[in-house]
């Protein structure tokens, strides 16, 4: 089966990134088309872990271009405070020092998502829910797409936006990838706080690692929040990621100190690896 168009321009993936292309690309009056492996349910649904980026006042400017507000979605953050673990020393961070009103906003990374899937459905572009890309061939005037379905779609460009683990880049682009553990893992998740944050982002470096506790939106019933990025060595954060979550709150309250009160709840943990990726070629 075929798609009998063709696009200026085919997106694999609906992220942030891919979504945030598709709408500006489509702004410009381009013809796009958007695949996404995933259902539209799943796009629709909750993240459990709350995974939250900080979105700079770069890309909130580049947002706000795009018709999507982040002041609607996420928690401002005005001011940065970081320190070591001996407190000898710190470094404040103040936006209007900068003459900014702010240095960005904590925002949930499915909630970003599902506000750019919304302008994409407004601006009359329709994400292909549950269709993977799965082989692209060029010609040397267009790019011939093949989904998991077997229907072919034809593109002049081909942008791949799955992340880093991309199949479709591995298959499509041979070139060497550079790879470093930094033998730490981050450990992420939402705690409800007894202070307010203020909307200031803290971090300690601490000597097994940094620890960000970072100025979240309030739960459904206006108790302050703050999502916590945790990187330890491997064998400090596999410890503390089997404690159970009252004693995870308490090693988390000596860790940080006492700016915000105690840590009097917390939501699902998660635990990624860390390490750096880079490829010798992005594009071909």
Same mark, same amino acid.
């Given at each position: 089966?075929?798609?009998?168009?063709?696009?200026?321009?085919?997106?694999?993936?609906?992220?942030?990134?891919?979504?945030?292309?598709?709408?500006?690309?489509?702004?410009?009056?381009?013809?796009?088309?958007?695949?996404?492996?995933?259902?539209?349910?799943?796009?629709?649904?909750?993240?459990?872990?709350?995974?939250?980026?900080?979105?700079?006042?770069?890309?909130?400017?580049?947002?706000?271009?795009?018709?999507?507000?982040?002041?609607?979605?996420?928690?401002?953050?005005?001011?940065?405070?970081?320190?070591?673990?001996?407190?000898?020393?710190?470094?404040? *961070?103040?936006?209007?020092?900068?003459?900014?009103?702010?240095?960005?906003?904590?925002?949930?990374?499915?909630?970003?998502?599902?506000?750019?899937?919304?302008?994409?459905?407004?601006?009359?572009?329709?994400?292909?829910?549950?269709? !993977?890309?799965?082989?692209?061939?060029?010609?040397?005037?267009?790019?011939?797409?093949?989904?998991?379905?077997?229907?072919?779609?034809?593109?002049?460009?081909?942008?791949?936006?799955?992340?880093?683990?991309?199949?479709?880049?591995?298959?499509?682009?041979?070139?060497?990838?550079? &790879?470093?553990?930094?033998?730490?893992?981050?450990?992420?998740?939402?705690?409800?706080?007894?202070?307010?944050?203020?909307?200031?982002?803290?971090?300690?470096?601490?000597?097994?690692?940094?620890?960000?506790?970072?100025?979240?939106?309030?739960?459904?019933?206006?108790?302050? &929040?703050?999502?916590?990025?945790?990187?330890?060595?491997?064998?400090?954060?596999?410890?503390?990621?089997?404690?159970?979550?009252?004693?995870?709150?308490? !090693?988390?309250?000596?860790?940080?100190?006492?700016? *915000?009160?105690?840590?009097?709840?917390?939501?699902?943990?998660?635990?990624?690896? *860390?390490?750096?990726?880079?490829?010798?070629?992005?594009?071909?």
């Amino acid at each position: 089966m075929s798609d009998n168009a063709r696009y200026d321009l085919v997106i694999s993936g609906a992220g942030m990134v891919g979504a945030s292309l598709a709408l500006a690309a489509q702004q410009a009056g381009l013809r796009i088309a958007v695949f996404e492996k995933r259902s539209a349910a799943a796009c629709a649904a909750a993240d459990p872990f709350d995974r939250a980026s900080l979105i700079a006042t770069g890309s909130v400017r580049f947002l706000s271009s795009l018709g999507v507000d982040p002041a609607l979605l996420g928690s401002a953050v005005e001011r940065m405070r970081v320190w070591d673990a001996e407190d000898s020393g710190g470094i404040h *961070l103040d936006a209007e020092e900068g003459g900014e009103d702010l240095l960005g906003y904590i925002i949930e990374n499915r909630r970003l998502e599902q506000a750019l899937h919304t302008a994409l459905e407004e601006s009359g572009l329709y994400i292909r829910y549950g269709r !993977e890309i799965t082989g692209a061939a060029p010609d040397g005037k267009a790019m011939y797409i093949t989904d998991a379905s077997g229907t072919q779609s034809r593109g002049t460009l081909l942008a791949i936006a799955e992340g880093r683990q991309s199949p479709l880049r591995k298959a499509l682009i041979q070139a060497p990838i550079f &790879r470093e553990s930094y033998g730490q893992d981050a450990i992420t998740a939402t705690v409800w706080i007894e202070k307010p944050h203020r909307h200031i982002a803290y971090q300690r470096f601490l000597s097994t690692g940094p620890l960000a506790v970072l100025p979240f939106s309030d739960d459904a019933h206006g108790r302050a &929040r703050a999502s916590i990025v945790w990187s330890a060595k491997q064998a400090r954060a596999r410890h503390l990621m089997a404690l159970d979550d009252a004693r995870f709150l308490r !090693e988390l309250h000596e860790a940080f100190g006492p700016q *915000l009160g105690h840590f009097q709840e917390i939501g699902r943990r998660s635990s990624y690896p *860390l390490s750096g990726l880079h490829s010798s070629r992005y594009i071909g």
